[in-house]
């Protein structure tokens, strides 16, 4: 798995709202099916999102089996769900329900990703008779979501939530230094990000071992091509509405990087919730370790704001 950094098959399961509502949807992928869970307020005409998960091995509720179980993505869903507006939340190729879709998770570009966005995309709106598609990319996924929304009609436009403004490999550097246990790791942490920011791979026969889980081999051509994208150029280009959703309490991406977004692209909306963490969940104090506990506590409700700014957003330009 990567660090942290059409065909309908339509099955019932139970939904915390209604039993109806919720539906598995299956889609063919590279090498086998590609799924995501349908919330869908059965009513036709209504708005519909598509909710892309963010970095390393990130299910579609927006939990990760390397400690994250903040259920971000469900909490999302049902929220919107509730206000009226239908969302679709998906696994990545290669993982979860996803995992037949490629033989290797790894192998794998942000490209890949916008591809299956688009044919997601293309889905949705034959299921729901949607014109046209909001993408929701948080963090790694709002990359995605800029990646995939170029020259694309069918997507109405963005909501880019605790997304990075600059590349990834300038994040991690600030994320790196955030933390002062990295101090023995910087220098040849922040060598390996010198590489292959410059598409070169590492040898990793004398990395330290906590450095193995960001820089392995095996995901080191992912971090090449994911390090070549800069976000705000990307959202430069962009015509589409977008709605840039910061949290003010957020440890990975800080306010700086929502604001470098705005510059880029100055008719976007700027929200920053100012007690929301990067996974969306109220933080009161600057205390790292509270903070972090909320990644495990799917029982928490997102922070007051982050479902209705997304939904009145949404409303608010008629599409």
Not at 217 to 233: C, H, R
Request: with cysteine; glycine share 8%.
């Amino acid at each position: 798995m990567k660090p942290i950094l059409l065909a309908l098959l339509l099955l019932v399961t139970v939904s915390p709202l209604r039993a109806e509502m919720a539906s598995e949807l299956e889609m063919p992928g590279p090498d086998g099916p590609l799924r995501g869970t349908l919330l869908s307020t059965g009513e036709a005409g209504h708005p519909v999102v598509l909710i892309i998960p963010g970095s390393g091995p990130t299910d579609r509720d927006g939990n990760n089996p390397m400690g994250i179980r903040a259920a971000t993505y469900r909490l999302l869903a049902e929220g919107l769900a509730a206000e009226g507006i239908s969302s679709l939340r998906i696994d990545k190729r290669g993982m979860f329900g996803s995992a037949a879709a490629v033989p290797d998770p790894n192998a794998v570009t942000i490209g890949d990703y916008a591809d299956d966005v688009h044919r997601w995309s293309a889905l949705l709106r034959e299921r729901t008779g949607a014109s046209c598609i909001w993408l929701v990319g948080h963090s790694e996924g709002g990359l995605v979501a800029l990646a995939a929304a170029k020259d694309a009609p069918d997507i109405c436009g963005l909501i880019l939530v605790a997304t990075p403004g600059r590349p990834l490999g300038e994040i991690l550097r600030e994320q790196l230094r955030a933390n002062p246990a990295n101090a023995p790791l910087l220098d040849q942490a922040l060598y390996a990000i010198d590489q292959l920011e410059a598409g070169k791979r590492l040898n990793t026969a004398a990395m330290h071992p906590a450095l193995l889980p960001l820089f392995r081999p095996e995901v080191q051509a992912f971090l090449i091509d994911a390090f070549s994208y800069d976000p705000a150029a990307l959202l430069a280009a962009t015509a589409k509405p977008v709605l840039i959703l910061q949290g003010g309490r957020d440890l990975q991406v800080s306010t700086a990087d929502a604001e470098t977004l705005k510059a880029a692209k100055p008719d976007a909306e700027l929200r920053v919730i100012p007690d929301a963490n990067h996974v969306l969940k109220t933080v009161t104090a600057d205390d790292r370790a509270a903070n972090l506990a909320t990644y495990s506590a799917p029982d928490l409700p997102l922070a007051a704001g982050v479902v209705t700014t997304v939904a009145r957003f949404i409303r608010s330009q008629g599409r």
